[in-house]
């Protein structure tokens, strides 16, 4: 299956929407939590259920989604998981009472967890040469995604209420449903590969215990693993608690938030790039740990079983 140069730029620019868009409604509980906690009249320690639940059902469900993309149509998978990210999004925001808002929260890890199928998809639409710069951009959508949700929560909230902004974003999630089911098209599994370029037809390969527990014995992949490991503290601090921190024990305005926070997060952002060139540009040089880039990739499996461990560990932090 060929692929064209403009076609796999689309592809790229709908997920990076998606992603981006995904990350203004999923982090939007950070700048949201006081107006939640003011309408349900809880605690820090009840609102923490609420980002709890979700990290469950997300860290359970990684490798699942991550199993489905090594079976099943990429593209049609993640426009599931969009229409999911919408309703579920409705669902918080009509949720009448204070458990039924937990559940609901809790349900929008479901599609918390379906970014495996992202990297697996433009690991096959873009060579290993530049991969590290495509996804270095990639990333940098959940720090400008959070920016989003700050601005929309902080301009909006006082305005159509917290449950209008969960209305504004779930139906942007239904909008890009239809994009990705219309316009995205799955790519042949290791096309980009520079050692497949020549074979006329490639033999499709579906997910194998086997080969996913020889990946797992891999020193490099192991290395990445914990690098998430330990990564995702910071960035669950700031993301979650660290907007009412700056309102209520240092007395932040609104607008100083914001401002502090746009800040903190594009200095944050500025590393995904840069890695990611750097990545390519050390690729160029030695071409150690091909097995790992060549196969773990494409083998949405693990890396949503490394992610997995991230948010599961990371909820750790919100219980201790």
């Avoid at 790229?12 to 309408?39: C, K, R, S, W, Y």
């Avoid at 469900?61 to 049609?76: A, I, M, Q």
């Avoid at 669902?91 to 379906?114: C, E, K, M, N, Y």
Wanted: glycine share 10%; aromatic share 14%.
């Amino acid at each position: 299956m060929q692929t064209s140069r403009g076609n796999r730029w689309f592809v790229f620019g709908t997920l990076f929407g998606f992603m981006l868009l995904h990350q203004a409604d999923m982090l939007l509980i950070g700048p949201l939590t006081t107006p939640v906690m003011e309408t349900f009249h809880i605690n820090e320690a009840q609102m923490g259920a609420v980002v709890t639940g979700a990290l469950i059902v997300g860290g359970i469900l990684y490798p699942v989604w991550g199993y489905l993309y090594d079976r099943y149509s990429r593209p049609k998978l993640l426009a599931l998981a969009s229409f999911l990210w919408g309703s579920t999004t409705w669902l918080s925001a009509l949720a009448p009472t204070f458990p039924i808002f937990v559940v609901t929260r809790a349900s929008t890890g479901i599609d918390d967890a379906s970014y495996p199928g992202i990297y697996s998809l433009l690991a096959d639409y873009f060579a290993p040469a530049v991969r590290g710069r495509v996804y270095g951009v990639l990333q940098t959508s959940s720090p400008f995604g959070y920016i989003i949700g700050m601005v929309l929560a902080t301009a909006l909230k006082d305005v159509i209420g917290w449950r209008g902004v969960f209305f504004v974003t779930g139906s942007l999630g239904i909008i890009v449903s239809a994009i990705i089911f219309l316009g995205v098209r799955d790519a042949a599994r290791g096309r980009s590969e520079p050692e497949l370029q020549n074979v006329a037809v490639l033999q499709e390969h579906r997910f194998e215990w086997r080969t996913a527990g020889r990946l797992l014995r891999k020193k490099s992949l192991v290395l990445l693993y914990l690098q998430g490991f330990f990564g995702v503290f910071p960035w669950n601090v700031i993301t979650y608690w660290f907007f009412r921190y700056l309102e209520k024990e240092r007395g932040y305005s609104g607008g100083e938030v914001l401002s502090t926070m746009i800040v903190a997060i594009l200095v944050l952002a500025s590393g995904y790039p840069l890695a990611g060139a750097l990545g390519d540009r050390l690729f160029r040089r030695t071409t150690r740990g091909d097995h790992v880039s060549g196969d773990a990739r494409r083998l949405g499996f693990l890396h949503a079983v490394c992610i997995a461990q991230c948010h599961l560990y990371g909820l750790r932090c919100y219980l201790a």
